[in-house]
């Protein structure tokens, strides 16, 4: 949305502006509190700590202030130990390790205990019952394997007292598929997974909500166009899918030719962040994507390209930068490969959005999206 | 100016739109609909079939006749693109805005198209060995000796990916609609202006809507159209032929290589073609898989050499609506350098002389875009790996061999003009099949007979010739019916 633009969405009014970011400052304190405790802190962090030139419990008073840390470097997230990054108030519970990326090299890797679960369930409060109704099963056609997308919808279509059924899909197998120009394996791979879909999907077992990427939506819906079929009439109500590839022109292709009816919510979310929801999309909205992070355990800002310290006005386009402030998940101002456009706080999510996320230009020629 | 996307005759206006500036001044010149790849697939699904029955509903010469008038409306009149009424002259200058083609050449390529739709009832005449266009229409008949022939459509539709740089390829999908297949069109998207104009063209001329898909997008709208059409045509770099390499669903057109070869018979008289070998270079402004990009013969080479050089090297960049103008531009910025520091390396090989270097700097730098001047270029071998270069601008190598090992050498050719008397020299090169058109004499590789087959017969690839027998006196019309049913 254009800074001029009048909005058509309800704006948070000032008072819940204002209360929303009193929440995220406390919150801060508490995480600093916890992350740079000798008792409860991780390794990392707690070593860190004594690079810097302040106090992080003593020194940093709100989010604002987290501004003082150096920028975060992912490259911290590639290889071993990995129990650098538990924090010790976890000490005896079970953890996970999931990963992002990886194609090539070492991949990056976050630990997690419950992150997952706590992300999901509050992006559950966000679905509309009438399309994804509590105890409905659902389908997990996405991306598997190391990654907590599919232990993330498995735990929320069970949180809403569903069962999960998964198709299995490798990204790294899909984007060497592209890098070699594998253009036929990868069209087969595609087909493998959604001929996986389609018969689970027909098998009678009541699937009501799914989890996908936009490819895959596209390639499934055409699949049962050719079976006579649509997405809605195989018994999908309610699609929660993720990607950056989400475009108002696609989304409003999807409402208006693919899905038949059902109702589909955009969401963009990685290993690090967790899952940000969007606002509604309208046509009224010119279908603008906005999504609005999980605030206070996550925060998205737009800031400037040359100076990360720097948030851009209303309207304005920077690069997406990220902090994490979970127990488990400390991250203080990763500069994430995305850009997109700064949106005023909505009424449901009284913070600061981000509309027309995309690869961040600079990066973009040596990024493969979209590809699953 | 904003060009919409068109689904088999409906117009789409898509959210996202690229902007087409113009290569000098950065003006926007149009506004063009992007679409995705889904959307195709979809609409290849649901109207591909019916594209072709709308045609199949028309009498097969009224069809002819209409794409005449749609050749005379292209070229002539003015229609409407993109919302506004398009003369032939805004035509011109819009192409040339954002292709960077001076508008001299803009024209001379409408002329070829007109050439093509004009002349459509010769060419299929001459491309289908006289078969009548009823046989197409209905699947089978009886041709002139009095024998049953089928000719089986294998696709309702063809898809085309189409090329920014060259406009003068469209000539190759004009006589599809004549022949009774539909089309699925992603323009170029410097140049959507041909698709654009000669469907609207058309469109006007009476051809049914419904036969025609414009989709401009990004690449993965291309990976659709060839994944959902039968058939396809794309145009592309050295690996998009090796992509495509043996799809036989995908006929895939890419650089040209394309060669004059001097005989040891004619080499001496070499001066008498000078004419032909500097058309056949700088034609076009170079930009054609059909312009020569390398000149081969065993001795008089440097001479050869000298000579073109001398007559296109003193060429200057000169403003696209300068009627003298005959230099393109490379419109999108850095890509003139990078071609031309990529010739600066393959001149420093043992072996290369560069025959325009006293002509004066190649490359000129423009504030968005660069051009580079002709270049010509000698190799003492077809050793060095300049020698098998092709880029696009007037760019050529003479290369030193001796006849014994020409062919051996001289690799891929679209187009080779031979220049020899020497009849089995002259058959080693009608054997030779690497070569694919072939010119004896003084024929400018540029120079195309439209009544003869290029890179292929289209007809053969969008039909397949197989057996039909017929029990009885073969009088059974309950079956024309059924091959009508079956295209709907």
């Known amino acids: 949305m254009a800074a001029t633009d009048k909005p058509v969405f309800e704006v948070a009014d000032d008072a819940s502006v204002k209360a929303a970011r009193e929440k995220l400052d406390a919150h801060t304190v508490e995480m600093m509190a916890w992350h740079f405790h000798p008792s409860t802190g991780c390794p990392f962090w707690l070593e860190y700590a004594q690079s810097l030139s302040f106090d992080p419990i003593k020194d940093v008073h709100c989010f604002d202030d987290l501004k003082k840390f150096p920028p975060f470097q992912d490259e911290w997230l590639r290889g071993g130990p990995v129990r650098r990054w538990a924090p010790k108030g976890l000490e005896g519970q079970p953890l996970y390790v999931f990963e992002t990326g990886g194609t090539t090299g070492i991949p990056k890797s976050r630990v997690n205990s419950r992150d997952f679960r706590t992300d999901y369930e509050m992006f559950s409060e966000t679905l509309p019952e009438e399309y994804f109704p509590k105890g409905a099963n659902w389908l997990m056609l996405g991306p598997s394997g190391p990654r907590r997308l599919r232990l993330a919808i498995e735990h929320l279509a069970q949180y809403r007292g569903g069962i999960c059924f998964c198709v299995d899909l490798d990204p790294r197998w899909v984007v060497k598929l592209i890098k070699k120009g594998w253009m036929e394996h990868l069209e087969a791979y595609k087909q493998h997974c959604i001929d996986q879909a389609i018969t689970i999907l027909e098998a009678g077992h009541d699937i009501r909500c799914m989890f996908t990427t936009p490819k895959l939506l596209e390639s499934l819906a055409l699949g049962l166009e050719k079976k006579g079929t649509t997405i809605h009439k195989a018994g999908i109500t309610g699609i929660f899918s993720g990607g950056t590839e989400f475009t108002p022109q696609w989304t409003r292709f999807a409402t208006e030719e693919l899905l038949d009816g059902a109702f589909m919510t955009p969401t963009y979310g990685n290993t690090l962040m967790g899952l940000a929801a969007s606002r509604p999309v309208t046509p009224a909205d010119g279908y603008t994507i906005a999504y609005y992070a999980p605030q206070p355990r996550a925060v998205i800002e737009l800031v400037d390209f040359d100076d990360p310290n720097t948030v851009v006005p209303y309207g304005g386009t920077g690069r997406v930068k990220l902090t994490t402030l979970t127990k488990e998940t400390f991250v203080p101002g990763f500069l994430e490969r995305d850009e997109g456009e700064r949106e005023l706080p909505y009424a449901k999510y009284p913070w600061d959005g981000v509309s027309g996320v995309r690869p961040f230009h600079e990066l973009a020629s040596a990024t493969t999206v979209g590809v699953y | ?488």
């Open chain 2, 1 to 488: 100016m904003h060009l919409q996307a068109f689904r088999f005759g409906k117009p789409y206006e898509s959210l996202e739109r690229q902007t087409l500036v113009h290569f000098l001044t950065g003006e926007t010149v149009a506004e063009v609909s992007q679409i995705g790849g889904a959307m195709v697939g979809r609409d290849l699904a649901k109207s591909a079939k019916a594209a072709r029955a709308a045609l199949l509903a028309m009498d097969p010469e009224e069809v002819v006749e209409r794409l005449q008038t749609a050749g005379n409306l292209y070229a002539l009149g003015t229609v409407e693109v993109g919302g506004v009424p398009q003369s032939p002259e805004d035509f011109v200058r819009h192409q040339s805005a954002t292709t960077g083609l001076p508008e001299s050449l803009c024209k001379a390529n409408m002329q070829k198209n007109l050439f093509v739709l004009s002349n459509m009832d010769r060419m299929l005449d001459a491309l289908s060995r006289g078969l009548s266009p009823e046989i197409l229409w209905r699947g089978y008949g009886k041709e002139h000796r009095d024998v049953i022939v089928s000719y089986q459509a294998q696709s309702p539709v063809l898809g085309l990916v189409l090329p920014s740089n060259s406009p003068g390829v469209h000539t190759l999908w004009l006589p599809v609609i004549a022949l009774g297949v539909g089309l699925v069109l992603k323009p170029g998207s410097q140049e959507p202006w041909t698709p654009y104009r000669m469907a609207a063209a058309m469109i006007e001329a009476g051809i049914p809507s419904e036969a025609i898909g414009l989709y401009p997008g990004p690449t993965d709208v291309g990976a659709a159209i060839l994944n959902g059409s039968g058939r396809s045509m794309i145009f592309g770099s050295a690996k998009t032929v090796a992509q495509y390499a043996g799809d036989p669903r995908v006929q895939v057109h890419g650089p040209g290589f394309s060669k004059i070869i001097l005989g040891d018979d004619c080499v001496d008289d070499w001066e008498k073609y000078l004419d032909v070998m500097v058309e056949s270079v700088a034609a076009n402004s170079g930009r054609g898989c059909i312009n020569t990009s390398a000149i081969y013969a065993s001795r008089h080479t440097r001479e050869i050499a000298a000579a073109i050089a001398e007559r296109i090297g003193p060429t200057e960049v000169k403003p696209p609506d300068d009627p003298e103008a005959t230099l393109a531009a490379f419109t999108v910025p850095g890509v003139a350098k990078a071609v031309w520091e990529q010739i600066e390396a393959g001149i420093a090989a043992d072996g290369v002389t560069h025959a325009t270097a006293d002509y004066g700097p190649r490359f000129v730098e423009g504030e968005r875009c660069g051009w580079l001047r002709p270049t010509v270029v000698h190799c003492s071998s077809p050793d060095p790996e300049i020698a098998q270069a092709e880029y696009m601008f007037p760019f050529v190598n003479v290369v030193e061999c001796p006849q014994a090992s020409m062919l051996e050498r001289i690799g891929p050719t679209l187009v080779a003009t031979a220049l020899t008397d020497d009849a089995a020299f002259q058959q080693q090169l009608i054997d030779c099949t690497h070569v694919d058109r072939l010119n004896f004499g003084p024929v400018p590789t540029t120079k195309l007979d439209w009544l003869q087959p290029h890179e292929g017969n289209i007809i053969d690839f969008l039909y397949r010739s197989r057996a039909l027998q017929i029990a009885g006196d073969g009088a059974q019309p309950g079956l024309v019916r059924a091959a009508r049913a079956a295209t709907t």
